[in-house]
């Protein structure tokens, strides 16, 4: 059965220092993997999605993430993180054609 | 594109009574989706349809709880009657729903739910 685990319900960093937000996936079938990003009182939005084209995904915001299959991962990264992205962040598994299954969320703060 | 449309967005209410959740999809899309989110259990995917015909209701709550797609551009999520454990906001999802796992979900703003 397809799931994911978020290790770490809240990270903070400083502004400018990297941002690392872990994801690992379980799936008996080559996954499909999606990042989302939550801003406070809003509903979720697309940051980035894993389709097996490659294995390094840019998405919005200057966030990427690796799909690494040895280690059943899917990290999302950004070198340098601003005030503004703050926010919460889920990692999600296809589950058949249409649903999604989502991680817990990790939390973002980001301090002066 | 107006994007997903949830009404209303906050809704405040009495235990026992009904609430009736609103979403209009993205024009085009074929799939709509409905989501509880809550501190305790996240993001709980309610209930699904594809070309206006419920696919999987596997994770709506109980019989108080009912969903409805008349029409490619209207949803109701109903609670009847409604308690206090069904406080949590209720997001609405639209995707093209061309049966392609990587197909992406358009979240609305999400209806706010408290019920008192």
């Known amino acids: 059965a397809q799931s994911v685990t978020q290790l770490g319900s809240h990270v903070s960093v400083s502004e400018g220092a990297l941002v690392l937000l872990r994801c690992n996936y379980s799936?008996?079938?080559?996954?499909?993997l999606f990042w989302y990003v939550q801003y406070p009182n809003q509903g979720l939005q697309l940051l980035l999605k894993y389709t097996s084209a490659a294995t390094l995904v840019k998405g919005i915001n200057g966030f990427e993430a690796e799909f690494k299959k040895s280690e059943t991962s899917f990290h999302l990264t950004k070198p340098s993180a601003h005030m503004s992205d703050a926010a919460e962040y889920f990692c999600a598994v296809t589950l058949g054609t249409d649903k999604l299954i989502f991680g817990t969320g990790t939390r973002l703060q980001v301090f002066p | 594109d107006a994007g997903v449309i949830q009404s209303p967005r906050h809704e405040v209410t009495e235990m026992g009574q009904e609430v009736t959740l609103r979403c209009k999809p993205i024009?085009?899309?074929?799939?709509l989706f409905w989501y509880r989110q809550t501190m305790m259990r996240g993001l709980e995917l309610l209930i699904y349809f594809n070309n206006n015909v419920p696919i999987d209701d596997s994770g709506m709550p109980e019989d108080r709880f009912s969903a409805k797609m008349p029409n490619a551009s209207f949803s109701t999520l109903k609670i009847q009657p409604s308690e206090p454990r069904d406080s949590a906001v209720y997001f609405c999802a639209s995707s093209l729903g061309r049966a392609r796992l990587s197909e992406t979900q358009y979240f609305g703003p999400g209806t706010r739910l408290l019920v008192l």
């Open positions: 799936s008996s079938v080559p996954p499909y």
């Open positions: 024009s085009g899309h074929n799939s």
